[in-house]
């Protein structure tokens, strides 16, 4: 298990564990007390773990806990209770939207998009400040690319007196 997925894993046991541990605790307080606003908390916790399904399931799971613990609360004032439930569930669905929004620009900032000035010469592209840049390195910076090099066969007859090499790797 690598580092990355045992990151992922335990972040995932502490978004369950909070989610369970707010609903015991909203259970254990009267019905017009607002301890469901915290189900917010692990619902932006899925911020970090990888793609938009947790999140809203996460999203999902919190509201029907919710839901769930107007049922089986101890009584208190069921109109304040009722506006308290549902004031949290908006803040989840408010904290899941922003969650999903802040996913999707990650995406979009991890694709590179638009268009690229690229000199018609020597292949270097012209950065965000007017500098020119190896091609490679603009695609490792705007990108998650990584580069292997090698030369192909009409380069190595052009340059090494046709002689070619292959690229093993």
């Avoid at 609903?23 to 916790?45: E, K, M, N, Q, R």
């Avoid at 949290?88 to 620009?105: D, N, P």
């Avoid at 190896?134 to 090494?160: D, K, M, N, W």
Wanted: glycine share 8%.
């Amino acid at each position: 298990m690598t580092t990355a997925s045992r990151r992922r894993s335990w972040l995932l046991a502490v978004v369950v564990v909070l989610s369970v541990n707010v609903f015991l605790l909203d259970l254990s307080l009267p019905l017009g007390i607002a301890v469901g606003s915290l189900y917010t908390v692990p619902v932006i916790l899925s911020l970090w773990l990888p793609g938009r399904r947790v999140t809203m399931v996460t999203a999902v799971g919190c509201a029907a806990l919710t839901l769930i613990e107007m049922l089986f609360s101890s009584p208190g004032v069921l109109w304040i209770g009722l506006i308290n439930r549902g004031i949290t569930l908006f803040l989840i669905g408010a904290a899941m939207v922003l969650v999903l929004l802040r996913k999707r620009a990650d995406e979009q900032i991890r694709t590179l998009q638009g268009l690229i000035p690229i000199c018609a010469s020597c292949k270097k592209i012209r950065n965000d400040l007017g500098y020119w840049d190896v091609l490679e390195s603009y695609l490792q910076e705007h990108s998650e690319a990584q580069f292997t090099h090698g030369i192909c066969p009409q380069c190595a007859e052009r340059f090494y007196d046709g002689t070619r090499t292959e690229n093993t790797a």
